[in-house]
T-cell receptor, first 109, second 112 residues
Framework: KNEVEQSPQNLTAQEGEFITINCSYS?????LHWLQQHPGGGIVSLFM???GKKKHGRLIATINIQEKHSSLHITASHPRDSAVYIC???????????FGSGTKLNVKP | KAGVTQTPRYLIKTRGQQVTLSCSPISGHRSVSWYQQTPGQGLQFLFE???????NKGNFPGRFSGRQFSNSRSEMNVSTLELGDSALYLC???????????FGEGSRLTVL
């Protein structure tokens, strides 16, 4: 049983396209995190959400607590956005996150 | 401000050996958590420490253990290594157990 489901698993886009990655979860949460992982392994936290919407540059993250769903949008995608994007939900238990399987994004020039 | 530092970055061990990995959190952060990442299972929570106390533990066998020192640096140990322990081990720190997570670059363990 997967507490967190992400889609799509793989995504190829042309530079400039608008991209959406979806995350659905089945547990109660205190917050949801969107993470970015580049080849080599290091992970960067992009957003932490508990309600509504956040924007940082070309990235937008939204969450609907009632529907248990979150989306990560990338506007005007660029090859440097190529990475694995991971959704992580925090049920409020001292960093015992549940992770999605990740979305591998490849943006072609 | 220095980020989260993990050492060593890469290591190779053989079955039956043990390994110790180190994580230095961002200065001032008291919460350190550890995660295992494998191609098959993805990211999984190992344990979390806050002010030298383990507050939560994931579903891993007792061969996986950890500790945190008074300066918030943390170590994790895996004893009697198995092939399936080959993974990227990531640590993350938070200032107070909530808020943004900051990850290290990871320690990539290969068990032969």
């Amino acid at each position: 049983k997967n507490e967190v489901e992400q889609s799509p698993q793989n995504l190829t886009a042309q530079e400039g396209e608008f991209i959406t990655i979806n995350c659905s979860y089945s547990v109660g949460i205190s917050a949801l995190h969107w993470l970015q992982q580049h080849p080599g392994g290091g992970i960067v936290s992009l957003f932490m959400l508990s309600s509504g919407k956040k924007k940082h540059g070309r990235l937008i993250a939204t969450i609907n607590i009632q529907e248990k769903h979150s989306s990560l949008h990338i506007t005007a995608s660029h090859p440097r956005d190529s990475a694995v994007y991971i959704c992580a939900v925090d049920p409020g238990g001292f960093n015992k996150f549940y992770f999605g399987s990740g979305t591998k994004l490849n943006v072609k020039p | 401000k220095a980020g989260v530092t993990q050492t060593p970055r890469y290591l190779i061990k053989t079955r039956g050996q043990q390994v110790t990995l180190s994580c230095s959190p961002i200065s001032g952060h008291r919460s350190v958590s550890w995660y295992q990442q494998t191609p098959g299972q993805g990211l999984q929570f190992l344990f979390e420490y806050f002010s030298e106390t383990q507050r939560n533990k994931g579903n891993f066998p007792g061969r996986f253990s950890g500790r945190q020192f008074s300066n918030s640096r943390s170590e994790m140990n895996v004893s009697t290594l198995e092939l399936g322990d080959s993974a990227l081990y990531l640590c993350a720190s938070r200032s107070d157990g909530v808020g943004e997570l900051f990850f290290g670059e990871g320690s990539r363990l290969t068990v032969l």
